[in-house]
Each structure stands twice: as structure tokens, then as C-alpha cells.
């Protein structure tokens, strides 16, 4: 009887996530073509509603309140901003209260999608987040602040946010040994390139996406399937399988754009559209910090792949299933990393 009850439970719960999923797929989608201001800010509530849900973790409750608490506040301190500046708009038709306004609208969308200098709650949240959840806030949950950014003339603001993004992003992932906070401040770093890519070339932004998000899905799912968390733990996929560990460390360094990873054809795409535009302060700026963030992924996972042993201190029955779909696994990787 305790069976068929947790069974209907668990049959529950998954058609439930995959309500919240396809609200959240249409959410973005409805932001993507709405026709007016309204209706993409309603898109962006279904959006945050929906993705809330999914925050919470089963394993520890505690954590997965605070970051969903967390979350919601910004959100709603930025939708409400949002929401003010948007009926100001429509209210008052002044040309310096029209452009003050806007610039607020995209200070708001910018606390939004986590770029500088508000990505303080990025690596809170991330941090608390499973897997799965860490690569949509990453990546999907992007979207729709980005495309409605593209409609605001203010440029000089998205230009400062872009240097500060990659600023921040390169500075602050130095000395850290969790996975999840790396991931965070590498995605602001990366939010600074797609943002001064959005003011050059705007399908070129599109480009940059799609590469970003199928390395940080392979970076994802890897570290899911063998429940890594910190850098510590690498070590001891060392005495199972080598070929794990050099799949995610490869996939870092794809990640930190170095070539001939597929991660270094995007950046050379936009370093080169930076350079037909005369940006050549801003180039070499951005080169430096890429640079950085690049040796704190070699720093991190040189000792991982040169040493040999191990102090086991570490359960071994994450490796149970060590040997299911590899085949899989390899084969994506290396189709993705070699595609260059």
C-alpha cells in the first residue's frame, strides 16, 4: 500500500514538473513575441512563477527556501520597477523623462538576468540549486530579459554592464573550489560577451548562445550523472575512470574558450566583430579577462589530471553506474569538442 502511494506521489510530481517546464518554455516564447510592453512583462511573471517550483529540493529544504525566497525578491523588485517605469512611460511623453525612464526599465532587466553590478544573488541561489535547475538559470532564463534589452535605445548602459559583467565574472571566480559558484560567476563573465555582442550584431548574440548553452549542458549533465560538486572530488575519479575526468576538464577549458575547443570559435567570432568596430580597447580588456577566468580552470584541474592518488575519504557508490550510456556520453563530448 506505501508502494502504490508513493508511486502515485512520484507519478504527481513529475506530471506537475512537467507543467511547470512547458510553462516555462511558453513563458519565454510569449516574451519573444509579444507586441507590446504589458504582455512581455506578463510573460516574465509566468516565467518567474513558474520556475520557482522547480527551485525547491527535496534533500534539503532549508537551503531551497532561502534561494527561492531570494530569487523572488529580486524578481519582484525588478518586475516592479518594471511595471512603474513602463505606466511612467506611457503617462508622461517628455523626451528626458522618456529616456530617464528607459534607463531605469533597463537597470531593471539587467537585475533581472543577473549581470553586473547585479549579480550579487547569482552565485547565492546557484549554489543551493541542483543541476538541472543551475543550467536553466544559466542559460534559459537569459532569453527573455535579453530580448526585451535589445528594445531599449540606451546603449551606453548595456555597453557598462557588458565591462563590468566580465570584470566581475573573471574576478570573482578566482580561489574557488565549488562547482556551482564557478559555473556562476564564468556565466556573468559570459553574460558581458553576449551583451557587447547584442550591441554590435544581434544574430550574432544568438550564435554565442547556442554555443554557450551546449557546453554548459555537457558540463552539467556530467557532474550530475556522477554527483560532483566541489573540485575536491575530481580526485577521486581517478582510481574509475580517467576518461570522465578528462571529458570535464576539457569541457571547462571548451568552456573558458581555449582552442581548439569548440567554446574558442564564438569568441573569435565576436573578438573579431569588436575589431571591424573599432573597439579595440574594449578587445584587449576583454581578451585579459578571458585569460584569467581561462587560468583558474587550468590552475583548478592540472593537479586533478597529473596526480595519481588519492586520499579516499569519499563514498563510492556514486560510481555504481559508472559504465550506463557511456558510450553516449564519450560520443557527445568529443563530437562537440572536436567540432572545430
Known sequence: MNLILLNNKNFKNMNMNFILYMMLFFSTILVMN???????????????????????NNKNYLKSSNSMMMYFIVQVISSSILIMMMLNLKIIKMSFNS???????????????????????????????????????????????????????????????????????????????????????????????????????????????LFYTSINMIICLNLNKFNINYLSQ??????????IKLIINSSFLSLGGIPPFLGFLPKLMVLTLMIKNKMFIETFLMMILTLMILSIYMNS??????????????????????????FNMYTLNLTMMLMI
Do not use: D, R
Not at 504582455?39 to 522547480?54: H, K, Q, T
Not at 543577473?114 to 536553466?136: E, Q, S, V
Not at 555597453?159 to 556565466?187: C, P
Open 34 to 56: 509579444s507586441s507590446s510592453w504589458f504582455s512581455a512583462w506578463m510573460g516574465l511573471e509566468i516565467n518567474m512563477m513558474s520556475f520557482i517550483p522547480l527551485m525547491m
Open 99 to 209: 529616456n530617464l525612464t528607459m534607463s531605469i526599465m533597463l537597470m531593471s532587466l539587467i537585475m533581472k538576468m543577473g549581470a553586473a553590478p547585479f549579480h550579487w544573488w547569482i552565485p547565492k541561489i546557484m549554489n543551493n540549486l541542483n543541476w538541472l535547475n543551475c543550467l536553466i538559470l544559466m542559460t534559459w532564463q537569459k532569453i527573455a530579459p535579453m530580448i526585451l534589452m535589445i528594445q531599449l535605445p540606451n546603449k551606453s548602459m548595456i555597453y557598462m554592464s557588458a565591462i563590468l559583467s566580465s570584470f566581475s565574472g573573471s574576478m570573482m571566480a578566482m580561489n574557488q573550489t565549488s562547482f556551482k559558484i564557478m559555473l556562476s560567476f564564468s556565466s556573468i563573465n559570459h553574460l558581458g560577451w553576449m551583451m557587447m555582442t547584442m550591441m554590435l550584431n544581434f544574430k550574432m548574440m544568438y550564435v554565442y548562445f
Open 234 to 243: 575530481m580526485f577521486k575519479i581517478n582510481n574509475n575512470n580517467k576518461m
Open 301 to 326: 584541474f592540472t593537479s586533478s589530471l597529473l596526480l595519481n592518488k588519492m586520499n579516499i575519504k569519499w563514498m563510492n557508490k556514486i560510481y555504481k553506474n559508472l559504465n550506463s550510456n557511456k
